[in-house]
């Protein structure tokens, strides 16, 4: 794939990126240059600032390491309730509307005709990390997941799908685009850590991911 105008304002390119196998996860380095990562961060303050970052716990109401927003019709929530996807911000409002920059990248390396249902937003500062999961929650398998990564580097460890499946790790740097589909759609990944400092792209520090969903 060549160098691409999407249209996030007119304003991004994608960089020319060949796909690496991760245990039949797709992973794009350098997916997205500079400019069209900035222009996303920029989007995405925007969905920030209507649906702010809020901290998860899980069913057993542990805290997680990141924090958390959304776009889309659905957002990705979990509280002592369980794991599962609700129409508002937990401060009641909707949420906004997934950035045009992402969708961007949906449409080249997913689909042009059926939209995700949910961008999930999770930031990663110092220290935070995710275990290994499933992506589960939706109705169906058969639409892939796309993952953006954003700012610093963070260690992505991909198994298979049974817990106890051998893993394999990459790094994903800023821009990187990671797509799971097929028989790796199901498959337990995670991340193991961030390295601090690594990007200069978000002024504070820290990871941005946006994970891509067909809920319904």
């Known amino acids: 794939m060549g160098l691409k105008t999407v249209s996030g304002q007119g ?5 020319e990126a060949s796909a690496l196998d991760l245990n039949g996860v797709a992973v794009h380095p350098g997916y997205l240059d500079a400019g069209a990562q900035a222009a996303m961060v920029e989007d995405l303050r925007g ?10 716990v899980t069913p057993s109401g542990k ?5 958390m927003t959304a776009a889309g019709r ?29 969708l961007s990248v949906w449409r080249d390396l997913v689909s042009a005709e059926r939209m995700p249902d949910c961008c999930l937003v999770n930031f990663y500062a110092e220290g935070a990390r995710m275990g290994l999961h499933q992506d589960r929650d939706e109705a169906d398998f058969t ?9 610093d580097e963070a260690l992505f460890r991909v198994g298979g799908t049974a817990r106890k499946d051998p893993t394999r790790s990459v790094w994903l740097r800023s821009g990187d685009v990671a797509v799971m589909g097929g028989a790796a759609r ?7 850590r961030v390295r601090p400092g690594s990007s200069a792209l978000l002024p504070k520090g820290g990871r941005i991911n946006l994970t891509l969903r067909v809920v319904d």
């Not at 996807?85 to 950035?99: K, S």
């Not at 639409?143 to 700012?151: E, M, R, T």
């Open 11 to 15: 304003k991004t390119r994608m960089a």
């Open 47 to 56: 969905v920030i600032r209507a649906a702010p970052l809020y901290a998860p």
């Open 63 to 67: 805290p997680m390491s990141v924090r």
């Open 74 to 102: 659905y957002g990705w929530f979990t509280d002592r309730k369980g794991y599962r996807y609700e129409e508002r911000h937990p401060a009641g409002g909707a949420w906004p509307a997934i950035p045009e920059s992402v």
């Open 143 to 151: 639409w892939p997941v796309l993952s953006i990564s954003l700012g």
């Open 186 to 192: 199901l498959a337990y990944h995670g991340i193991d």
